[in-house]
């Protein structure tokens, strides 16, 4: 009858508290608003300001363990709930990923290979980066950044100078762009007993900066997969994470893996194992959050998830639940603004039978795209 405390009112707070409540465990849920998609299938929640310790002092003294699916609580705020009840994954790990310059530093000491980089405080190391990296190349904000916010990829001097003057006064780094052939992502969970385990790296597409759809697994080599699991797991065990962790990696054109992000949370690109999977990434999260045992997640199926993002998806919600296989999730938004996560919906295949293309837009019905990478080119696998 352990009662969780999750910090954050958004879709994955929600997820997180309904694979809980399945466990049998009660949910507090700090929000900022009572409309939050957490707040609606939680048990209890504080509304408040996060950054409030009249807000975080209530919050705690009604939960016994506190877990995170908003990154952007401050250093203090979380300090002080670590003074009031045990907070996994612990404020450091979030304090790394809440900072692209402190997750570089983290995966150089780690031993893990990330894209040249440099960090851009003034003009002079602006000028640095673009020599260093040449054009075109992306200049993000180290903090605060989500959906491919916060960023720019300048192709000249002129774009360079521009980009700079709007992404100011934050901090800044400049990456290489990478010329990716995949970009993929592992979710790795890590129990209070260090038991870890990983979901099969997901293969990841991006439409306007916002995940599009994931596929799972990835289509790579066994070798690069298993590769990538044990990045996952090293970054786990260096970081003594406690709670679930997403990877973030591009392969590159000759094959090797590059780690972009990680973000100390259950993941967009992890949304498929609710349908493919006998124990999901919400709930190896809560398992890992409450101290229980881990497992292996069972995965049963292939699975493909694509996200329902602003009104013009929302707008297919009556095609999409009339189409059998298609599983929908609704994270009971009310406000379709354009480039909103509104839900998603997963669509399962046998093991090993993933379609090409073709096939997987086919299934897609309601929600194909026409325009989906080499969708012309491959109709012989339909
Ligand atoms: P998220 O919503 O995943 O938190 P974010 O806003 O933190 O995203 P990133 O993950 O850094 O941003 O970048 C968003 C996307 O932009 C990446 O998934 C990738 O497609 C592209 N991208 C980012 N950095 C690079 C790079 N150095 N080279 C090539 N592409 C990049
Ligand atoms: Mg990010
Ligand atoms: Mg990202």
Request: net charge negative; proline share 6%; aromatic share 6%.
């Amino acid at each position: 009858d352990a009662r969780i405390g999750i910090v954050g009112g958004g879709q994955l707070g929600r997820m997180s508290a309904m694979a809980a409540a399945r466990l049998g465990f009660q949910t507090h849920v700090l929000a900022a608003s009572r409309s939050d998609p957490a707040v609606q299938v939680c048990n209890d929640a504080t509304i408040g300001p996060f950054n409030d310790t009249e807000t975080l002092k209530h919050f705690a003294d009604h939960v016994d363990v506190v877990t995170f699916e908003f990154e952007n609580i401050s250093a203090d705020g979380l300090d002080f709930l670590a003074s009031q009840r045990p907070v996994r994954p612990a404020g450091a790990i979030l304090r790394i990923s809440q900072d692209r310059l402190a997750e570089k530093r983290f995966m150089a000491d780690a031993g893990l290979p990330v894209a040249p980089w440099h960090a851009v405080t003034t003009r002079a190391d602006l000028h640095t980066a673009a020599e260093t990296l040449g054009y075109p190349f992306v200049l993000k904000t180290t903090r605060l950044g989500y959906d491919g916010k916060g960023q720019a990829r300048p192709s000249s001097d002129a774009e360079r100078d521009a980009a700079f003057d709007r992404l100011r006064p934050h901090p800044l780094v400049a990456e290489g762009l990478v010329d990716f052939a995949r970009e993929i992502s592992v979710m790795v969970a890590r129990g209070v007993d260090g038991h870890v385990v990983t979901f099969d790296p997901t293969e990841n597409r991006h439409r306007d900066g916002i995940l599009d759809i994931s596929i799972a697994p990835a289509r790579i080599e066994a070798s690069l997969a298993r590769e990538a699991r044990a990045m996952a797991v090293r970054i786990a065990e260096r970081l003594d994470l406690v709670g679930l962790l997403g990877v973030e990696m591009f392969v590159t054109a000759d094959g090797a893996l590059l780690i972009n992000e990680i973000a100390p949370r259950p993941h967009n690109s992890g949304h498929w194992t609710m349908n493919a999977c006998l124990v999901d990434q919400f709930e190896m999260h809560v398992r890992a959050v409450a101290g229980l045992p881990l497992v292996d997640p069972g995965r049963h199926s292939d699975a493909v998830m694509r996200n329902l993002i602003g009104p013009a998806d929302v707008a297919l919600c009556g095609e999409i639940i009339a189409t059998p296989g298609l599983a929908l999730h609704l994270y009971g938004k009310t406000d379709a603004r354009d480039g909103r996560k509104m839900g998603h919906v997963n669509l399962l295949f046998p093991r090993g039978a993933m379609p090409g293309e073709f096939g997987i837009q086919a299934a897609l019905g309601p929600l194909r795209r026409d325009d989906a990478p080499s969708f012309q080119t491959e109709p012989e696998d339909a």
